[in-house]
C-alpha cells in the first residue's frame, strides 16, 4: 500500500472506533492550549474515519502546520495508513452526527445514523439520519449520486451538483456546509431553488414540518409557489377558446420558458407535444410548426456546446489544470446532468476522480482561485454600473471622485472580464482621474446659451453636447465651462472698464481747491527761506488728499430737503423727482443720491437757506462766507418758506446715511433679484461686495 504523506487534521477521542471527532490547531500556540485541555484523554485514527485504528499523538511545529501522527512501529519501519482523507473535513459526518442528536433531541426526538458505504465510495460520503417520522440522507461528497424519490430527503453538501430541472420539479433543495470555529466545526443548512440564491442559516433556524426540512427560506418559496396569481380580466368577460387552441397556447407558452432556462429535456418533451397535437386552425398550426423548426435548431445548437463542452472537461485532465477542471465540472452538472452517453460518462468519472485524488494543499489552491474568480466577477458588475450611471458625463466633477475611485479598484480586480468597449471607456476615466477634477463653473443659463462652444461647437440657442463616451452627441446638462468662462471674462472685463470709467469721472469732477492768499511775511523773518524749501510730508499729502474727497462730497454739505428743489442740468429731473440712474450707482432705475451737477447748483444758488434752516459746513467754508461781501439787496423781498415738516413728502430711492445689505442688490453673478436668494449657493461674495460698494458711494 503506497503511503499517504499528508498532515492528519482530524482524529476521534477515547478509541479507534470512537464517534466523537477532534480537529488539532495548526498554530503552535494554540496547540499548547489544546494539550492542556486534553492531556488525559487519547487520539486514534478511527476506523469511522476510514483509518487503521491506531494511536495518534500531536507534532508541534512553529515552521509548518502542526497535525496528527502514528506512533512509529516497534521495528523502525515507517507506518502504513490506509486512510484517504486527512484533511480538516474528513471528520464531517462525525460532526453532522453530533449536530443532528443534539438538535433532534432538543425537539424530543432520538435518531439513528448509519455512514452509508456504497461500492467505490469512501466512509462519511452519506449520513442517513433516521427516526420515527422522517429520513434525512446527507451527501457529504459526489462520491454517490442523490436520489429524490426514494422516501429519504437528500441533503447535499457545497460540490454536490443538482440540475436546473430538478430544483424546478422540486422548487427546492437543501444544502449543507461546515464551517470551522476554532477546534470544532459548525453546520449550517442552505436552501436552493431556481433563479434564487442560496440562503443559509443556522442549525437551530431550522424545523421539521410536513413537507420534512423546512428553513426560513422555505416558507418564502411555499408561499411564492402556492399563492394564486391575481385575474388580469373578469372571468365572466373572459372569451371562451377551443379546448386545442388553449392547449396549444400553453405549450407555446412552456417552449418559451424551457429555451429561456436552457432546459433540453423540456423542450424535445414539448415539441413532442406539439407535433401530437391536433384540432387547431391553419393559422395557429402554422404558428405551431415555426415554433418546432426553430426549437430543433436550437437543440442542434445545444448538442454541439455540450460535446464542446465534454472535450474541453477532457483535455484540462489531460494537462492536469485543477482550476479549470472545478469550473467545467460544475458546468456539466448544470447543464448535463442527464441522459449522457457512455462517453460523456466515462469523461464525467475520469475527471471526478481526477478532482478527488488532489491533495488539501492543491485544493486550498483550487478554493483560492474560484474565490478570486467569483471576485472578478462581482467587480466586472460593479464596473458596469459605475459606467452606466457616468455615460452623462464628459467631464470630471469632484462630486464624482467616489465612484470614479470605485471604478478604478473594481477593473483592476476585473481584469479580463471587461470587454474592449468597457476597457477603453475605464482608461478614458483614468486619464481624467490623472489630470485632475474639474470644478463646474455657475452661470445661468440665459447668459450662455447666446454664445457657441468653443468645446463642442454647439451654435447660438443650441444646448452643449456630450463630446466623449457611449451618448456622445445626445445633450449636456450644463453648458461647458469653455463656454461658461466666455461669460465670466466679459463680466471682469465689464467691471473694470466700469470701475475705470468712475474713477476718471470722480477726477474731472471734483472741484479744485479754493486759493488762499499766503500771508506776508516779514522781511526779518528768518524761517520764511526755509518753509519756501522745505517739501510737504506724506502725512500732510494724505490730509490734502482727504480735504479734497470731502470736498467732493456734495450731498453733506447740502440739507436733504434741498436735494431735490431744483431741476437737474444733467437729466432734466424736474423739481421733486428723482435722478435718472444713468451711470449705474445704484440697484433701481432711480439713484439714491441726486447728480452732483444738481447738487453744485443748489450750493450755487443764493435762495437756498430758508427761515429756521442751518446749513452744515466745513470750516474753510464758513470762513469764506463771513468774509464774503453782503449780497446785492434784490428788488422784492422773497416770501417765507414753509417749515421742512409742513412741506410735502418728496420722492426717494433710499437714504444716504444707511448700509447696504446683499440681501437688497442685484447679484452681478447670477442675476437675482432684491429679496430673492442666490442660486445654487448663496449669497454670492460678488453680491455681498456689490452691496459694500454701494454703501460706501452713499457715506463716501
Not at 500500500?1 to 464517534?19: K, N
Not at 502542526?66 to 482523507?85: E, I, Q, T
Not at 427516526?131 to 459526489?142: E, G, I, K, S, Y
Not at 466679459?490 to 472698464?497: D, L, S, T, Y
Amino acid at each position: 500500500m503506497r503511503t499517504d504523506r499528508r498532515r492528519i487534521q482530524t482524529a476521534v477521542l477515547g478509541g479507534a472506533d470512537s464517534d466523537e471527532p477532534l480537529m488539532l490547531p495548526m498554530e503552535a500556540i494554540e496547540l499548547d492550549a489544546f494539550r492542556r485541555v486534553h492531556e488525559d484523554d487519547s487520539f486514534w485514527c478511527g476506523t469511522l474515519l476510514g483509518g487503521c485504528g491506531s494511536q495518534l499523538t500531536t507534532k508541534l511545529y512553529t515552521d509548518r502546520a502542526c497535525h496528527f501522527a502514528h506512533h512509529p512501529d516497534p521495528d523502525g519501519l515507517p507506518h502504513v495508513c490506509g486512510r484517504r482523507s486527512r484533511g480538516v473535513d474528513s471528520a464531517d459526518h462525525l460532526y453532522v452526527r453530533s449536530a443532528a442528536a443534539a438538535w433532534l433531541a432538543g425537539h424530543g426526538e432520538q435518531a439513528t445514523f448509519e455512514y452509508t458505504r456504497t461500492d467505490g465510495a469512501p466512509v462519511g460520503s452519506v449520513v442517513d439520519v433516521r427516526w420515527r417520522h422522517w429520513v434525512l440522507r446527507v451527501h457529504l461528497d459526489q462520491a454517490v449520486t442523490p436520489v429524490w424519490d426514494d422516501g429519504a430527503e437528500p441533503v447535499l453538501g457545497t460540490m454536490v451538483p443538482v440540475d436546473r430541472d430538478t430544483l424546478i420539479r422540486r422548487w427546492y433543495v437543501h444544502r449543507i456546509r461546515l464551517d470551522s470555529v476554532g477546534t470544532a466545526r459548525h453546520v449550517q443548512i442552505g436552501t436552493e431553488a431556481f433563479a434564487r440564491p442560496i440562503e443559509w442559516f443556522a442549525l437551530d433556524e431550522c424545523e421539521m414540518t410536513e413537507r420534512g426540512l423546512s428553513t426560513p427560506a422555505v416558507e418564502k418559496i411555499v408561499q411564492a409557489r402556492t399563492a394564486p396569481r391575481p385575474s388580469l380580466w373578469s372571468p365572466g368577460k373572459a372569451r371562451k377558446v377551443p379546448e386545442p387552441e388553449a392547449r396549444a397556447q400553453a405549450l407555446l407558452r412552456r417552449l418559451v420558458y424551457a429555451r429561456r432556462i436552457e432546459s433540453v429535456p423540456v423542450v424535445k418533451q414539448v415539441c413532442t407535444d406539439i407535433e401530437d397535437l391536433t384540432g387547431v386552425d391553419e393559422e395557429l398550426q402554422e404558428q405551431l410548426e415555426a415554433a418546432v423548426r426553430h426549437a430543433r435548431v436550437w437543440l442542434v445548437e445545444q448538442d454541439g456546446a455540450r460535446r464542446k463542452l465534454f472535450d474541453n472537461l477532457n483535455r484540462a485532465v489531460k494537462e492536469q489544470k485543477p482550476g479549470r477542471v472545478r469550473r467545467l465540472l460544475m458546468r456539466v452538472n448544470a447543464r448535463a446532468a442527464k441522459d449522457r452517453t457512455d462517453a460523456e460518462l466515462a469523461v464525467y468519472e475520469r475527471a471526478s476522480t481526477y478532482f478527488e485524488s488532489l491533495d488539501d494543499l492543491t485544493r486550498d489552491a483550487v478554493q483560492a482561485e474560484a474565490d478570486t474568480e467569483k471576485e472578478a466577477h462581482k467587480a466586472a458588475a460593479r464596473v458596469r454600473s459605475i459606467l452606466q450611471r457616468l455615460r452623462g458625463y464628459d467631464a470630471y466633477p469632484p462630486d464624482l471622485r467616489p465612484q470614479v475611485e470605485e471604478l478604478l479598484r473594481s477593473a483592476a480586480l476585473a481584469g479580463e472580464l471587461l470587454t474592449r468597449r468597457e476597457a477603453r471607456r475605464v482608461e478614458l476615466w483614468k486619464k481624467r482621474a490623472a489630470t485632475g477634477t474639474q470644478e463646474q463653473l455657475r452661470v445661468a443659463r440665459r447668459y450662455w446659451i447666446h454664445r457657441s462652444c468653443p468645446r463642442c461647437n454647439a451654435q447660438q440657442d443650441k444646448d452643449c453636447v456630450l463630446i466623449e463616451g457611449p451618448d456622445s452627441g445626445k445633450p449636456r446638462k450644463e453648458g461647458h465651462n469653455e463656454r461658461l468662462q466666455l461669460v465670466r471674462d466679459e463680466r471682469k472685463v465689464a467691471q473694470k472698464m466700469a470701475r475705470q470709467k468712475k474713477k476718471t469721472r470722480q477726477e474731472v469732477e471734483a472741484p479744485a481747491e479754493p486759493m488762499q492768499p499766503a500771508p506776508e511775511a516779514s522781511e526779518h523773518d528768518p524761517t520764511r527761506p526755509l518753509q519756501e524749501r522745505r517739501p510737504r510730508s506724506d502725512r500732510e499729502g494724505q490730509a490734502h488728499k482727504a480735504r479734497m474727497k470731502a470736498a467732493a462730497r456734495l450731498h453733506h454739505q447740502v440739507p436733504r430737503g434741498d436735494w431735490y428743489r431744483m431741476t437737474c442740468p444733467r437729466c432734466h429731473a424736474g423739481p421733486g423727482k428723482l435722478c435718472d440712474n444713468d451711470d449705474r450707482v445704484g440697484p433701481s432705475e432711480k439713484r439714491q443720491l441726486p447728480h452732483d451737477e444738481r447738487l453744485r447748483r443748489v450750493l450755487e444758488s443764493n435762495d437756498r437757506i430758508g427761515p429756521g434752516e442751518k446749513v452744515a459746513r466745513s470750516d474753510r467754508q464758513q470762513q469764506a462766507v463771513d468774509v464774503a461781501p453782503p449780497p446785492p439787496a434784490r428788488a422784492e423781498p422773497r416770501p417765507p418758506r414753509p417749515h421742512r415738516r409742513d412741506r410735502e413728502p418728496q420722492e426717494t430711492a433710499g437714504s444716504a446715511a444707511r448700509t447696504w445689505h446683499a440681501r437688497e442688490v442685484t447679484c452681478p453673478k447670477c442675476q437675482a433679484g432684491p429679496n430673492s436668494p442666490c442660486v445654487p449657493h448663496g449669497p454670492h461674495q460678488e453680491r455681498v461686495e456689490w452691496a459694500e460698494e454701494f454703501t460706501r458711494k452713499l457715506w463716501g
